[in-house]
């Protein structure tokens, strides 16, 4: 079941990938510069910036090099700042001392968790690892018939895994955004519905925090005035936020050296 399955899959994938800037490449440069982007960003939002920052730096080497504002006026729009930071300190790294060649090591490089990991060594660096995030999880345990979670995701994910594992994981990604969507799954579109346990298997989207009022909407905005040339302290004021957490927030992205 589990290679027919697969065999499925991956012919559905070769006819409907999403054209996207980065599919077909394995750079693992390039894959890890889209992955990092696409952690808390939507696709539509990371096409442009990843096509700019790709022409600017088209190596770790030089991205390694780049100055800080500049990477950050490059990022800007995409949110989580501290991303672009740690983007670069693995460049960085992988600049001295080349590509960590298992997926343990590619999770030492700063800002790599388990699923970027994953991904950038199946995509560009052909590891046998599952790329798991909420759509992996979502779709097989719709497979699985049951809703999975740690452990027991990963283990069914490594029973399940075909092969190869990059072209594996791009399709169920993209399987999981246009297909097997949380709610309503196109079911009778779907490659692999023959063996599929249950479509009922529903994974509620975990509640998103309100933007404004947010932290996270305080140190955008003071990164912005930053690169502007602007007082900091208007920032505050003008998001109504205290004296003391507009300067707590400053002394934050002044130790993580966002700004100067
Ligand atoms: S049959 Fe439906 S629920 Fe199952 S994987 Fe396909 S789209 Fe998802």
Redesign the pocket.
Known sequence: MTSERNAALLSWYQLNLRDLPWRGSTDPYLVLVSEVMLQQTQVSRVISKYEHFTQTWPTVGELAGAPTDDLLRAWSGLGYNSRALRLQQAAAIVAADGWPNSISGLQELPGVGPYTAAAVGSIALGLDAPAVDTNLR??LS??AGEPLAGRALTEYALDVLGHPAGDWNQALMD??SS???TTD???S?????EW?L??A?YEAPPRQASFNGSNRQLRGALVRAHLAGDNLKDVGESLDRSEQETRSAIETLRAERLIS
């Open positions: 979502r779709v719709r497979w399987l999981g297909v097997c969507k799954p196109a079911c579109e779907c490659p692999v519905s599929c249950d479509p298997v």
